[in-house]
């Protein structure tokens, strides 16, 4: 099946400053990805929607200028945490559509974000 | 109440036992996914379902549309079966593609 790769997979930061976070289609053209986020022992909770080529869309509550999402080929998508701290210690997890089947998404690994 | 409610939320079992995980919902949707996470914490994807039956290996996945109830099996459970499996369901939500969560079951085998 198609491959999406993340990375990197864990990172620690210190607070304040700013992680970015890849995430690559590798064997297919993905026009659209999602960004999702996971607490421990919680489900995934879409944070925004990237498109190639436009802004990302972001779901209410999550803050534009904190995440900043850039999609700028039809393979990759970064998400950045800018001025990171604590309570952004999370699982951050991409995905990809599949471009022929609307409903289908291939998610990546995932990346750990701890920050102290 | 959530919009994807998902039984049992934990479920050990013996190895060999057959396994159901069921998923209800309360709205109109496109599509029904079940999602298996490993502690790693990767996702892949098992099924994607939008009617009747999909099967492949052990696993089995039904949806009934009309009541709104989606259950995925595993027959002949083994201790690698053990993981948090996930259903979603695919929605139009002010005209984007939105996938919606349940909140998932953790299933242990043992051997």
């Known amino acids: 099946g198609a491959v999406v790769s993340q990375h990197p997979s864990r990172v620690i930061c210190k607070s304040g400053t700013s992680v970015k976070i890849e995430c690559r289609s590798l064997?297919?053209?993905?026009?659209?990805m999602f960004w999702y986020r996971q607490f421990p022992k919680q489900s995934l909770m879409l944070m925004a929607t990237s498109n190639e080529g436009s802004k990302a869309t972001y779901e209410q509550g999550v803050e534009k200028d904190k995440f900043l999402i850039n999609h700028a080929s039809l393979t990759l998508s970064t998400l950045t945490v800018t001025s990171a701290h604590p309570e952004d210690s999370s699982f951050y997890i991409c995905?990809?559509?599949?471009?022929?089947?609307?409903?289908?998404?291939?998610f990546g690994p995932g990346t750990r974000l701890t920050v102290t | 109440k959530n919009e994807v409610e998902q039984s049992p939320q934990n479920l050990t079992a013996q190895e060999g036992e057959f396994i159901t995980i069921n998923c209800s919902y309360s709205?109109?949707?496109?599509?029904l996914h079940w999602l298996q996470q490993h502690p790693g914490g990767g996702i892949v994807s098992l099924f994607m379902l939008s009617s009747g039956k999909k099967k492949h290996g052990r696993l089995i996945a039904t949806i009934n549309i009309q009541e709104k109830h989606s259950s995925l099996h595993i027959t002949a459970s083994h201790p690698r079966d053990s993981a948090v499996y996930i259903c979603?369901?695919?929605?139009?939500?002010?005209?984007?593609?939105?996938?919606?969560f349940g909140q998932g079951t953790r299933l242990t085998i043992n051997p």
């Open positions: 709205v109109g949707i496109s599509a």
């Open positions: 064997d297919f053209q993905a026009t659209t």
């Open positions: 995905s990809a559509r599949n471009p022929s089947i609307f409903w289908e998404q291939y």
């Open positions: 979603a369901v695919g929605r139009i939500i002010q005209g984007a593609q939105k996938l919606v």
